[in-house]
């Protein structure tokens, strides 16, 4: 199975702020990688789909780059409703998720 | 824009099936695949399987030998069965829709927690 890593686990920043959370699967995944925003009690909400691609509605500050086994979320301009939970997701051999980063109010 | 609805016993005794139905509403089940993904109380998410239209499916090879994911479109729903569950089991479950087989989950439910408790 294709373990997915995270980091960091939490991470701490201010409204305004650019923020960057790494994920990186064990083997080749191409760009078969998706990040989803979680906020607690809820469903987690896909933010980027292959990669790099925006889902629909979502803010245009949310940025994914990255391939084969590296991968980045940026958040440009951190908004008062961005502190959440990130997953990364890779759809490459069936499906699996990182841990998840716990992005906070600094 | 669809919907997706979990319903089944929010208590399930060790040793016994957990059942829960997803019924789909604002569009048909018989398009794209549907899937089952748990998340344990403070933990992460981990996906369990999917059921296409089609009747096909493909589960986590940890929990393959106790799932089965089944579909029924004349009413729109599909349906997660894990048996022989513990205390581990014990998890928010959701469904999803999953557009393309590369694609992510793009249309959640809201999550049922499924506890495993004598």
């Known amino acids: 199975d294709i373990q997915m890593t995270q980091s960091p686990s939490s991470l701490s920043a201010s409204v305004g702020d650019r923020v960057t959370i790494s994920c990186r699967a064990s083997?080749?995944?191409?760009?078969?990688l998706n990040w989803y925003q979680q906020k607690p009690g809820k469903a987690p909400k896909l933010l980027i789909h292959?990669?790099?691609n925006l889902q629909s509605g979502v803010p245009s500050r949310f940025s994914g780059s990255g391939s084969g086994t590296d991968f980045t979320l940026t958040i440009n301009s951190l908004q008062p409703e961005d502190f959440a939970t990130y997953f990364c997701q890779q759809s490459h051999s069936l499906y699996t998720f990182g841990r998840g980063t716990e992005l906070q109010i600094k | 824009q669809v919907q997706l609805q979990e319903s089944g016993p929010g208590l399930v005794k060790p040793s016994e099936t957990l059942s829960l139905t997803c019924t789909v509403s604002g569009g048909s089940i018989n398009i794209y695949c549907w899937s089952w993904i748990r998340q344990p109380p403070g933990k992460g998410l981990e996906w369990i399987g999917y059921?296409?239209?089609?009747?096909?499916?493909s589960y986590n090879s940890s929990l393959k030998s106790r799932v089965t994911i089944s579909v029924d479109t004349s009413k729109n729903q599909f349906s997660l069965k894990l048996n022989s569950v513990t205390a581990a089991d014990t998890a928010v479950y959701y469904c999803?829709?999953?557009?393309?087989?590369?694609?992510?989950?793009?249309?959640w439910g809201q999550g049922t927690l499924v506890t495993v408790s004598s």
């Open positions: 999803a829709r999953l557009t393309t087989a590369t694609a992510g989950f793009d249309s």
């Open positions: 292959a990669a790099s």
């Open positions: 083997q080749y995944i191409s760009n078969y």
């Open positions: 059921v296409c239209y089609s009747g096909s499916s």
